[in-house]
């Protein structure tokens, strides 16, 4: 059982728009702006994309782009192409005691 | 730029111990924080802990206390992440991941740049 909760799979057409959300609690999400999302391709590391909720790294295409509203985080990404086929993982900072960082279950992009 | 180059993999028993190291190029290896994150097999990631390459502090995830040690070579610009008393579940793909923030500020930065990984196998 993962910390922030993600749904399990989403899918879109190329060129249509979604959006993946990240539910977590008042300890993570809803305390901190140090939320992160993470794409993975198979058998590849993963691949920073966006950190503190909504900033991309140099180099990471502007469809990207992510929100907070309370204890949930959100990923868009617009314009899909085929290769934004991947899993995305969101993460947190978190004031738990037993650890400083959560991630969600991830979320399964397919691209139809 | 960035390159982080981890050792290969690795096959234990259990009760075994395993260390896997991280070798950082193109950026001040003193400088930024480097954590440890695992995946198993068709699973999620899961944070294990950090290192500071400066200082040699660190901070683990509760449930590898007294199981992980993590150290680094400041000489080498190499980082090392060892576990012990190991399980069938520790059988994981495990990550070095350069922090986005120095060392001079908390680690609340955010995983920028990650190593390719190393599968770690336990089994008798």
């Known amino acids: 059982q993962s910390a922030l909760t993600q749904s399990a799979s989403v899918s879109g057409s190329p060129g249509q728009s979604i959006t993946i959300s990240c539910t977590g609690t008042s300890s993570d999400i809803g305390s901190y702006n140090y939320v992160s999302w993470y794409q993975q391709h198979p058998g590849k590391a993963p691949k920073l994309i966006i950190y503190d909720v909504t900033k991309r790294p140099s180099g990471v295409s502007n469809r990207f782009s992510g929100s907070k509203s309370g204890n949930t985080a959100s990923l868009t990404i617009s314009g899909l192409q085929a290769d934004d086929e991947a899993d995305y993982y969101c993460?947190?900072?978190?004031?738990?005691?037993?650890?400083?960082?959560?991630f969600g279950g991830g979320t399964k992009l397919t691209v139809l | 730029q960035v390159q982080l180059v981890q050792s290969g993999a690795e096959v234990k028993k259990p009760g075994a111990s395993v260390k896997v190291s991280c070798k950082a190029s193109?950026?001040?290896?003193?400088?930024?924080?480097m954590h440890w994150v695992r995946q198993a097999p068709g699973r999620g990631l899961e944070w294990m802990g950090w290192?500071?390459?400066?200082?040699?502090?660190?901070n683990f995830a509760q449930k590898f206390q007294g199981r992980v040690t993590m150290t680094r070579d400041t000489s080498i610009n190499t980082a090392y992440m060892e576990l012990s008393s190991l399980r069938s579940d520790d059988s994981a793909v495990y990550y070095c991941a350069r922090g986005l923030t120095t060392v001079m500020a908390a680690a609340t930065g955010s995983f920028d740049d990650w190593g390719q990984g190393t599968l770690v196998t336990v089994s008798s």
């Open positions: 993460s947190s900072y978190t004031s738990s005691n037993t650890l400083d960082w959560v």
């Open positions: 290192i500071n390459p400066n200082s040699g502090g660190s």
């Open positions: 193109g950026y001040t290896f003193t400088v930024y924080y």
